[in-house]
Nanobody
Framework: VQFVESGGALVQPGGSLRLSCATSGSDFRRYAWGWYRQTPGKQRELVAAASILGNTNYPDSVKGRFTISRDNAKATVYLQMNTLKPEDTAVYYC?????????WGQGTQVTVSS
């Protein structure tokens, strides 16, 4: 099982990014998926969730700005991030929801700064 995140970058406040997570080795359709983020000294937090049926859920901190989507045919999860803020700076990971602790990928760094 492998999760490979990509798409992170340095972006100015107010900008947008689209993250991708290519998965392999799992029965993608059978799982709910999530995007998580972590900053130094803090616990990893769930920022977007997509159920098996594609229903989505977000914490208030990103609601209205982030959109998670899943492509079952490509076994890929996406995170569209708009109106980015400096506090969105973090390493972003994808995983199942709830997460499979043995399969965290390397993550992708998102830095929001002017």
């Amino acid at each position: 099982v492998q999760f490979v995140e990509s798409g992170g970058a340095l972006v100015q406040p107010g900008g947008s990014l689209r993250l991708s997570c290519a998965t392999s080795g799992s029965d993608f359709r059978r799982y709910a998926w999530g995007w998580y983020r972590q900053t130094p000294g803090k616990q990893r937090e769930l920022v977007a969730a997509a159920s098996i049926l594609g229903n989505t859920n977000y914490p208030d901190s990103v609601k209205g700005r982030f959109t998670i989507s899943r492509d079952n045919a490509k076994a890929t999860v996406y995170l569209q991030m708009n109106t980015l803020k400096p506090e969105d700076t973090a390493v972003y990971y994808c995983n199942t929801n709830p997460p499979s602790p043995d399969y965290w990928g390397q993550g992708t760094q998102v830095t929001v700064s002017s």
